[in-house]
C-alpha cells in the first residue's frame, strides 16, 4: 500500500501537536549498549530510554556521578 500525500500530512500534523522532540547526544559506543539493551527487552531504543527515565522519576533516584561508567562529563 502506497504512503498518500494526506497520510503524510495527517502524520506531520500528529507528530508536531502530540510530540516533543528531545536531541541526546551520548559518548561514542553508548548507543550501540542502549540499542543492544532495548532490542534484549524488544523494545525501540526511544521506548526503553523513555522508561529508564520515567523509572528513575518513580523511584525518586538521584543521579550519582560516582557510579557512573561514562567519565565525559
Avoid at 549498549?33 to 538521584?62: D, G, L, P
Avoid at 550519582?64 to 565525559?72: D, L, S, V
Wanted: charged share 35%; with cysteine.
Amino acid at each position: 500500500m502506497a504512503y498518500t500525500e494526506a497520510q503524510k500530512k495527517a502524520s506531520i500534523k500528529y507528530i508536531s501537536e502530540k510530540t516533543d522532540d528531545i536531541r541526546l547526544r551520548v559518548p561514542k559506543g553508548l548507543k550501540d549498549k542502549y540499542k543492544t539493551e532495548a532490542e534484549k527487552r524488544s523494545m525501540s531504543m526511544t521506548q526503553f530510554i523513555i522508561e529508564c527515565v520515567e523509572n528513575a522519576i518513580k523511584n525518586n533516584e538521584r543521579f550519582n556521578f560516582r557510579r557512573c561508567n561514562t567519565h565525559w562529563y
